[in-house]
């Protein structure tokens, strides 16, 4: 049987649950949120759940509770922490707990269970000495000078060093160890919390030299932490982060959300995602974007998703605004869509991070650029069709892969939607396309899942997030199968099995011009026209396919190519090539609709294409 994992929350009693409510004093504790205006016997502010001048927000002590006779919204203590913050029951009523020093009393548990949580609390409390050692080291240590000019040239003054408690561990490890010696905590549990190392020579300190940000969880605990060298040439390794310990998981955390649950709410459910610490602090203290978080290294998990996926409904991507943080934000797309996230796109210019953006142009320019964010595909895709400009196999290759991103949106609306843009922007025909989307949800839900991946332990001198990286890289590739219109299909499959419907076909090129540019996959028709391998010749076949891009020699994988006799050759080959006719004005028709039904396309724009949409019409009627 799977035991729970250590790090989930137990059961609190209901006498500790009545505990913590009762050691709430609602008026003080709301005037850590708020500016509270004595108002007879209560307290007035301005709501923080609605946009509004004058104050209608009243906290009653008598009853301790709150009430908004603006837009409705009352309860107590725990009902605001919930609503403000952001947070779940659970999470809400621990947090409450910890503001008022209440101890957390569980319900009976696994003894194993009960041990790994008692380890988990005493990591949590050398993670907290560690912290406050490294922030005194920073702001006092003559050693730590050149971690300090370096945040100075970056713009991070000491307020912003204190608020996010970042720190500086210093190359020798003694003072700290004795520290903690002194705290009744030994070398084994510093072990444990992955401040030492245990290499082949024994201990080590992990973190040595670094400028240090503490991780929080979503409660505030500090349960590991990240290390970033300063000095080129240091280290291979730009960061280091706690390993596995029984209150770090990588996979679990991300950088800010403890700040940033509350402002979530308040953005109207929407995340601002960064790729590193220091873009996200620059969001909330220089440009006052205080939900933004970051995934902790390169990888965005399935697990950062789902735990997003219980603040916001809306995420925007806000990546370094060159080619690897476009690879990147594709990554972060999946999962985010996948979660039932609305996934928009931040452009910053090439170059620029969120915090270089800042630097040099104000913090008004990236929050413009956030503003101005673009549903993701949008974006996407706007980029591709940039530097590919007009390339026909590249256009062919493209849709696919557009239709393979689109088929990550979970919510059958929004996915209609982005596939419908999609087509206008592609140039294809909206039925074509939305069929090749539906093809790969099909197609995944078919296929096994990957196995996950085995545990993997560092040793003190392996570079294991460079490691994760190269591993990442090396793993094979996806080649998605373009679509191909089952009338594109058909006429290749006839030319592939008998060389004299294939000599009719080359005859009738011209009138195969117009399903090659309509229907989906005629790219391939057109390779196959100008190589014509001969029925039967495997070699031909062959070099054939070779020349083709991977997604549409895949689309021909399982494509029969040997003689088959066919009785009526030239009745069949004017049956397919009538057939592949009438399917291009159709998918004609169908990228007209398209184009008309763009949102804000003016009438003298669209005028042309319904005239012409109404003449092919009659075409299609005629040949029916």
């Not at 090539?577 to 399917?583: D, E, F, I, W």
């Amino acid at each position: 049987m799977n035991q729970p994992h250590p790090t989930a929350m137990a059961r609190i009693t209901q006498e500790c649950v009545a505990r913590i409510k009762d050691s709430a004093d609602i008026v003080e504790l709301l005037g850590k949120y708020l500016q509270l205006r004595r108002a007879g016997n209560s307290w007035k502010a301005c709501c923080p759940f609605h946009s509004e001048k004058t104050p209608s927000f009243h906290v009653n002590p008598a009853r301790q509770s709150f009430h908004c006779f603006g837009c409705g919204v009352g309860g107590d203590a725990l009902k605001f922490i919930m609503m403000f913050e952001n947070l779940d029951y659970p999470t809400a009523l621990r947090r409450l707990a910890d503001m008022n020093g209440i101890p957390v009393i569980e319900e009976e548990e696994n003894p194993e269970i009960a041990r790994q949580r008692r380890m988990r609390a005493r990591v949590v409390e050398a993670n907290t000495l560690a912290t406050e050692y490294y922030h005194r080291k920073l702001c006092r240590d003559a050693a730590a000078a050149h971690v300090r000019d370096y945040l100075k040239r970056r713009g991070f003054g000491i307020e912003i060093a204190r608020a996010w408690q970042l720190g500086w561990a210093p190359p020798d490890f003694r003072e700290l160890a004795q520290l903690a010696g002194s705290r009744n905590m030994d070398d084994r549990l510093l072990a444990e919390a992955y401040l030492l190392g245990r290499g082949q020579r024994g201990l080590y300190p992990v973190f040595r030299d670094r400028l240090m940000f503490p991780i929080h969880n979503v409660r505030g605990e500090v349960v590991g932490f990240s290390g970033r060298i300063i000095q080129e040439g240091q280290d291979p390794r730009k960061y280091v982060n706690t390993a596995d310990t029984a209150a770090f998981h990588k996979g679990e955390l991300l950088f800010g959300l403890y700040k940033a649950t509350g402002p979530i709410g308040k953005a109207g459910m929407c995340v601002v995602v960064c790729e590193g610490q220091l873009d996200v602090i620059a969001c909330h203290e220089k440009a006052d974007i205080r939900n933004a978080v970051a995934g902790l290294g390169t990888a965005f998990t399935d697990e950062h998703a789902r735990i997003l996926r219980k603040y916001a409904k809306k995420a925007i991507l806000c990546y370094d605004g060159d080619n690897a943080g476009i690879k990147a934000s594709e990554k972060t797309f999946r999962k985010l869509a996948a979660a039932g996230l609305e996934v928009y796109h931040a452009s910053l210019p090439p170059g620029e991070d969120p915090d270089s953006l800042i630097g040099h142009s104000g913090p008004e320019a990236l929050r413009q650029a956030i503003d101005a964010a673009r549903p993701y595909l949008e974006v996407r895709v706007g980029q591709e069709l940039a530097m590919i400009q007009g390339d026909a196999n590249a256009r062919a290759a493209l849709i696919p892969r557009m239709a393979d991103l689109a088929a990550e949106i979970t919510d059958r609306n929004r996915r209609d939607v982005a596939v419908a843009d999609l087509a206008t922007r592609l140039n294809t025909g909206l039925e074509a396309l939305r069929e090749t989307v539906e093809g790969i949800i099909r197609t995944r839900k078919d296929s096994p899942q990957p196995a996950a991946a085995p545990a993997w332990e560092p040793g003190e001198e392996e570079a294991f997030d460079a490691a994760a990286d190269e591993a990442a890289q090396e793993a094979p590739v996806r080649v998605i199968p373009i679509t191909l219109h089952h009338a594109i299909r058909d006429t290749i499959f006839l030319a592939a099995v008998n060389a004299e419907a294939q000599a009719m076909l080359l005859e009738r090129i011209e009138e195969l011009q117009e399903p090659i540019r309509w229907l989906a996959g005629g790219i391939v028709l057109q390779s196959f026209m100008e190589s014509l391998p001969a029925p039967g010749n495997d070699a031909a076949w062959q070099a054939f396919t070779a020349k083709l891009p991977p997604e549409q020699a895949a689309a021909l994988r399982d494509m029969q190519h040997h003689p088959i006799d066919i009785p009526d050759v030239s009745g069949t080959v004017e049956s397919t090539c009538s057939n592949a006719a009438l399917a291009a004005l159709r998918a004609h028709v169908d990228q007209l609709r398209s184009r008309v039904n763009t949102p804000g396309i003016s009438w003298q724009d669209a005028a042309p294409l319904m005239q012409e949409m109404n003449e092919l019409q009659k075409l299609i009627n005629a040949a029916e």
